[in-house]
């Protein structure tokens, strides 16, 4: 009697997933409407200091998930080169980090840093994605969260576009305010390094591993997207039914 067929597909190579990975990037950001008006200059001023308020919201969040990677991750090696992430946005040594630079394109877009970093700017929609990312590295394996970092494979890209486009599209914003971006071209490219290492390695045992790596990259593709359209929704004047959109009303108590 001839033994059951075993069903389950082989694993791809490494080249192979390492390709599908990257075809994720058809779904990065850069391709939101919100973003490609953004690249062809046709946001406001408003809008592009909305976008800047807003994203502050997950700019704060990347060391908090990277704060949970390390704290989920046993691998001492893995520890010593990930903390450098934190580093990177929080500061060290009296190097400003990438939280600073971020308030400094707040001020270079006519923020002041109060209008930044009081967070009430952020939109409902894109505290949720944030708080969504930064709990899913919290609670899933570190491994999980590590491959959930991999968008980072199509940043120096839309850093390389504004640092490039904003100049002549939008004079206005002062030239300081770019120092954020020209940071990431070459730390998100040394952070691709590692966390694709990882992703290989670790999700390569199976087809079926495999297949979970790419969903957890289009969960994060999906917490990007959402964020823009938050932003979109809070930066443009929308009539339903003749009445103006409004933001949702809040109630403070000082």
Known sequence: MNAPMDNRL???????????????????????????????????????????????????????KDAAILSNCPDKEIRKGWIVRITDHDGVDG??????????????????????????????????????????????????????????????????????????????????????FKKRLTEARRDVEQGLGVTLEYFSQSREMQMRALDILQFKLDVLWVIADSIMLASTDIKTEGRDYLRQPVIRFD
């Open 10 to 64: 082989a694993p791809w190579s490494r080249e192979e997933f390492e390709a599908k990975l990257r075809e994720k990037g058809q779904g990065y950001h850069i391709y939101h409407p919100f973003h490609v008006m953004m690249y062809e200059g046709k946001l406001s001023k408003e809008q592009l200091q909305c976008w800047v308020a807003n994203r502050f919201y997950y700019q704060i969040g990347i060391p908090q």
């Open 95 to 180: 190097n400003e980090g990438g939280i600073e630079a971020w308030i400094k394109l707040g001020q270079a877009v006519g923020l002041s840093r109060d209008d930044v970093t009081s967070l009430r700017m952020v939109s409902p929609g894109v505290r949720f994605a944030v708080d969504a990312y930064i709990n899913f590295a919290r609670q899933r394996p570190w491994q999980e969260s590590v491959c959930s970092s991999l968008t980072e494979l199509f940043a120096p890209h839309i850093h390389q576009q504004r640092i490039s486009s904003w100049p002549a599209m939008y004079p206005w914003i002062k030239e300081e305010g770019l120092t954020y």
